[in-house]
């Protein structure tokens, strides 16, 4: 049996009368892929932004390694482990790959995101082992020919790829990806989909994947739990799940 790492129990959030994140609990386990699915608009992102703290839930709690994180801010609960990605890409368009990396890395360093990039000097020796470590990233997403060019310049995918190197750079145990393939071609998605498993094991990883190309959650998640207006109507193996009758009603139906 393996170790829950993450927890989310009765957890709802509301926003006016809108319940976005209905009273909805599962367990993570440790070294898991798992899937997080649903209809435009069901909740994934929501729930995404409970566990790292941008929003906090109306009602219920989120547990991570056994300590309750639902009332704790962004960067303590980036700094306890669980980075993220952005549906809508979120990096410092004017910076290089290189820099990113480094402010996804300096989150976590003691001389904090303000020094290096922008101009107070940190420490030489964490200096150079910050930059070491966003090299040795950016090879890993294939972006070091890339390092010194500015971000904006990147086609999407390759935004999406140097997403997940600054989520990375944090050193997290729990990945969240919301939605990473998203404005792929097939044979990015192919590629995405190995590098998750690849990330995974390098990097014992617990990843928590918002995706809706269905082949790629199906392939990759071990479990997948499948939310539809805020509610959690399914949670178990992608075969079970995928043969589910109300989860096809409301999401894979549609597809
Ligand atoms: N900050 C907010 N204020 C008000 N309503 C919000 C806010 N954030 C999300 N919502 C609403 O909550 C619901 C769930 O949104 P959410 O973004 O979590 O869906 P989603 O499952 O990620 O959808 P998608 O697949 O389109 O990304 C939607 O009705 C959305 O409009
Ligand atoms: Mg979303």
């Known amino acids: 049996m393996s170790n829950i790492i993450l927890e989310s129990r009765s957890l709802t959030r509301r926003f006016g009368g809108l319940v976005a994140v209905n009273d909805v609990s599962f367990a993570v386990h440790e070294h898991e892929i798992f899937g997080l699915i649903g209809p435009n608009g069901a909740g994934k992102t929501t729930l995404f932004n409970l566990i790292t703290g941008l929003i906090s839930p109306s009602d219920g709690k989120l547990v991570y390694k056994g300590t309750e994180i639902s009332q704790k801010k962004p960067h303590d609960i980036a700094s ?24 996804g890395r300096h989150l976590h360093t003691k001389s904090g995101i303000f020094t290096g990039v922008f101009g107070i000097p940190p420490a030489p020796k964490e200096e150079i082992e910050s930059k070491q470590k966003a090299l040795e990233l950016l090879e890993l997403v294939g972006l070091q020919e ?6 904006k310049n990147f086609p999407y995918g390759d935004q999406r790829r140097l997403e997940i190197a600054r989520a990375l750079a944090l050193e997290p145990e729990i990945l969240l990806l919301d939605e990473p393939a998203a404005g792929m071609n097939p044979n990015e998605k192919q590629q995405l989909s190995d590098f998750i498993r690849q990330i995974r094991n390098t990097f014992n990883l617990t990843i928590i994947l918002i995706e809706h190309h269905v082949p790629l959650v199906m392939g990759l998640c071990s479990r997948i739990a499948v939310l539809n207006f805020g509610q959690l109507i399914a949670l178990d193996k992608p075969d079970i799940v995928r043969n589910n009758p109300a989860v096809i009603e409301a999401y894979l139906g549609n597809e």
Do not use: D, K, M, Y
């Not at 669980?82 to 890409?89: E, G, S």
């Not at 890339?146 to 971000?151: K, V």
């Open 80 to 103: 306890l482990g669980i980075a993220r990605t952005f549906q809508n890409i979120r990096l410092f368009g004017e910076l290089s790959a290189l820099e990113n990396v480094i402010i």
């Open 146 to 151: 890339r390092a010194h060019e500015s971000a």
